[in-house]
């Protein structure tokens, strides 16, 4: 991966305060693949760690814990071979208590390919912080993993002997506009706003995938290279990406296959239905799974009743109303384009710029940037210290039926209804723009019978080109203030 390092202050900053505190601490880094995990971890603890171990993928307990037992062996190479995961923590814990005083920082990497089968790697691991380690003050234990699931339910919220024993977990989340744009300048690309919200909308801010990107190239010609060639190295990222994430990746493949094909979210039941899934507790850890990584979102629908919205109340509403709704480029751009490519096209992208395909695309993906700068919009609005929750909304009124793909709520009894739309110019409203925003609005009025003010707002690339048929729109927001 290129040694740029961009941004992560947050992320820096909290992790060196946990290894300077005067306690021993458990810290878990986790986020999806390649999105920078182990890149931060190095860039903080550079080479003062006092043990390292990576895990290593698809192999046997044997092979990972003789991998395991050389990180200690470098040191202490008198130190015989452990069978069994409780005696490779004990040497480990052996080999620590030989250095001098002073925190020891022990980094443990891919941790959760070392917990394979019947391997009590767990148990191991348990003993080691229970019984050792959390007795001490100088220990500052990071694990990370890519497969986010392992890490959430055996440690995070691990119900056993590690129960809230993780002290600090730190989820690392793919780039937004911003750290793109700073990404690419410090590399030399002379992109537009546009150009980098198009890279943004196809490879979802994962810094990998960003630094696959070849500056003498377009970013059309890139995503033919990296994806659609046939030795591509995102060429099969989709299957690689969730088979990093969960050890049986296929229903969870099903879930965002049917979220795919519906923008604004399906509720559980409908999900259980196209996917013929079982209505169970292993599906419900599915549905958190895939949150946790960032895939999905889930939300509760914005109903009125009697002038009195619901939404506000959501403790009090069912759970079969909650919607959840796929919020990731890279998935997205998967079903949408690269399933429907010629089979060994690789200038697919590149001759399907102005396509159907291509349109339908960008108006899906520019709605999914919008709702994952959420912040960034509110910023634009002035609204940033107002609590706000964000909708899709569906409704029916006695003339017709409409939906808006995102409704900003805001406390202070405002609603901000937003139309996204994607151009390569200053957006000319038409008549029937005119109409159709028109009628969304009277539809969601006469529908939720709200009381609030409501706001529309126009979200795109460069603004509105005004004329007669733009005097609905409120506010506009242009997309260079969605990098902030």
């Given at each position: 991966m290129n040694k740029i390092f961009i941004g992560r202050e947050k992320e820096q900053q909290l992790l060196k305060e946990y290894i300077d505190s005067d306690q021993s601490e458990f810290i878990a880094v986790y986020g999806r693949r390649r999105v920078g995990k182990t890149f931060l971890i190095q860039k903080v603890i550079g080479d003062g760690y006092a043990f390292y171990a990576a895990g290593m993928n698809k192999v046997s307990m044997r092979i990972q814990l003789k991998n395991f037992m050389q990180g200690i062996k470098k040191h202490r190479p008198e130190m015989p071979m452990a069978t069994t995961w409780l005696d490779a923590f004990l040497a480990?814990?052996?080999?620590?208590?030989?250095?001098?005083?002073?925190?020891?920082?022990?980094?443990?990497d891919e941790m959760p390919w070392m917990d394979t089968p019947r391997s009590n790697f767990i148990s191991g691991l348990e003993h080691f912080w229970n019984s050792w380690a959390s007795w001490r003050d100088d220990i500052k234990l990071i694990v990370c993993g890519s497969a986010t699931s392992w890490i959430i339910n055996n440690l995070i919220k691990n119900k056993g002997g590690l129960h809230n024993r993780v002290t600090h977990k730190i989820p690392l989340k793919p780039f937004r506009l911003k750290e793109c744009r700073t990404y690419f300048e410090a590399r030399g690309f002379r992109l537009s706003t546009k150009q980098i919200a198009e890279c943004y909308m196809v490879l979802g801010g994962v810094p990998f995938y960003l630094s696959k990107m070849n500056k003498g190239e377009s970013v059309a010609q890139n995503i033919d290279r990296l994806v659609f060639a046939d030795d591509g190295e995102l060429h099969d990222e989709f299957q690689s990406l969730y088979d990093s994430l969960?050890?049986?990746?296929?229903?969870?493949?099903?879930?965002?296959?049917?979220?795919?094909?519906?923008?604004?979210?399906?509720?559980?039941?409908?999900?259980?239905?196209?996917?013929?899934?079982?209505?169970?507790?292993?599906?419900?850890?599915?549905?958190?799974?895939?949150?946790?990584?960032?895939?999905?979102?889930?939300?509760?629908?914005?109903?009125?009743?009697?002038?009195r919205q619901a939404s506000q109340n959501a403790e009090q509403r069912k759970s079969t109303d909650t919607l959840y709704q796929l919020i990731d480029a890279f998935t997205l751009f998967h079903f949408q384009v690269a399933k429907k490519a010629d089979a060994h096209n690789a200038h697919f992208w590149s001759n399907n710029q102005n396509s159907h395909i291509y349109s339908t695309w960008s108006g899906l993906s520019f709605e999914m940037l919008c709702l994952n700068h959420v912040e960034q919009i509110k910023m634009a609005l002035g609204i940033s210290g107002i609590n706000a929750n964000v909708f899709s909304w569906f409704g029916k009124g006695d003339q017709r039926s409409a939906q808006i793909d995102m409704l900003i709520d805001r406390a202070d009894k405002s609603i901000n209804i937003c139309e996204m739309k994607f151009w390569n110019k200053p957006y000319t409203m038409t008549a029937q723009d005119e109409d159709d925003i028109e009628g969304k609005v009277s539809t969601f009025l006469e529908s939720t019978r709200t009381d609030k003010n409501v706001i529309v707002t126009m979200i795109t690339t460069k603004g509105i080109d005004r004329n007669e048929h733009s005097e609905c729109i409120q506010r506009e927001i242009v997309l260079d203030e969605l990098f902030c």
């Open positions: 480990l814990e052996n080999y620590l208590e030989s250095l001098p005083e002073g925190k020891k920082i022990v980094f443990i969960y050890k049986n990746a296929a229903n969870h493949i099903k879930i965002v296959t049917a979220l795919a094909a519906k923008g604004k979210g399906l509720t559980r039941q409908e999900i259980i239905e196209k996917t013929k899934l079982s209505d169970n507790g292993k599906f419900s850890l599915m549905l958190e799974e895939l949150e946790s990584c960032g895939f999905i979102r889930s939300y509760e629908p914005f109903i009125m009743t009697n002038g």
